[in-house]
């Protein structure tokens, strides 16, 4: 099964500026998550969607941050507009089920460098 | 609160040798607990998945423990090599609202 694709894989912007990041989780995983990963540390979660429904977006800053999953599939996240505190790794994850045993498959991640 | 303490946070081996891991947590109420690899500038992949009843659970050199008692859980690596050369991070889910408490890792160098 092809896995999970996320792109661009590296993007350099300037503060200010917008930026966002698209994801395809495997076919038929119905949980698709946003994580955020900075060096040294664990992933920290920003949002989780089931289905086309973001059911924790507790972490996500609402302020510069917005993402969206529509008919179910593909995901964005973006961020607008950027500061230099944003430089991270950004990874998307999906699994079969938010609930149960499902382990989460991971995308690549997108570096992000807010310079 | 929730929490996930991974120790040590870097360990160097050389290639060959065993090592173990340690993944202690305060996470209530549990549902299970799962390990991840992380190769560098990859997204994390799952090793295995402990549940409250299993204490000892191996895939392939490596071996995980849960001490449900303790809250403990560590992973045994044997006969190391050099694409054991990782992260390595523990993940505990909260049974009640499914939330993932994920540690900081542990980066685990082998060396030949």
């Known amino acids: 099964e092809a896995g999970v694709v996320q792109s661009p894989r590296y993007k350099i912007i300037e503060k200010k500026q917008p930026v966002a990041f698209w994801c395809n989780p495997i076919?038929?995983?119905?949980?698709l998550y946003w994580y955020l990963q900075n060096l040294g540390q664990g992933p920290e979660l920003l949002i989780r969607?089931?289905?086309?429904?973001?059911?924790?977006d507790s972490q996500l800053p609402k302020d510069r941050f917005s993402a969206e999953r529509l008919k179910g599939v593909d995901s964005t996240l973006k961020i607008q507009p950027a500061e230099l505190g944003d430089s991270a790794v950004y990874l998307c994850a999906s699994s079969l089920t938010g609930t149960g045993g499902s382990p989460l498959h991971f995308g690549n991640g997108t570096r992000l460098t807010v310079t | 609160k929730n929490q996930v303490e991974q120790s040590p946070q870097s360990l160097i081996i050389l290639e060959g040798k065993n090592c173990t891991l340690q993944c202690n947590y305060t996470v209530s109420p549990f549902s299970n607990l799962r390990w991840y690899k992380q190769d560098t500038g990859r997204g994390p992949v799952s090793l295995t998945i402990m549940t409250f009843s299993e204490n000892t659970k191996s895939n392939g050199r490596y071996t995980a423990t849960l001490d449900a008692d303790t809250k403990q859980s560590s992973l045994h690596i044997t006969a190391s090599q050099l694409s054991d050369s990782a992260s390595y991070i523990c993940?505990?889910?909260?049974?009640?609202?499914?939330?993932?408490?994920w540690g900081a890792g542990t980066k685990l160098i082998i060396k030949p």
């Open positions: 076919s038929g995983h119905n949980t």
């Open positions: 969607y089931e289905n086309e429904e973001a059911v924790d």
């Open positions: 993940v505990v889910k909260v049974d009640s609202n499914y939330q993932l408490i």
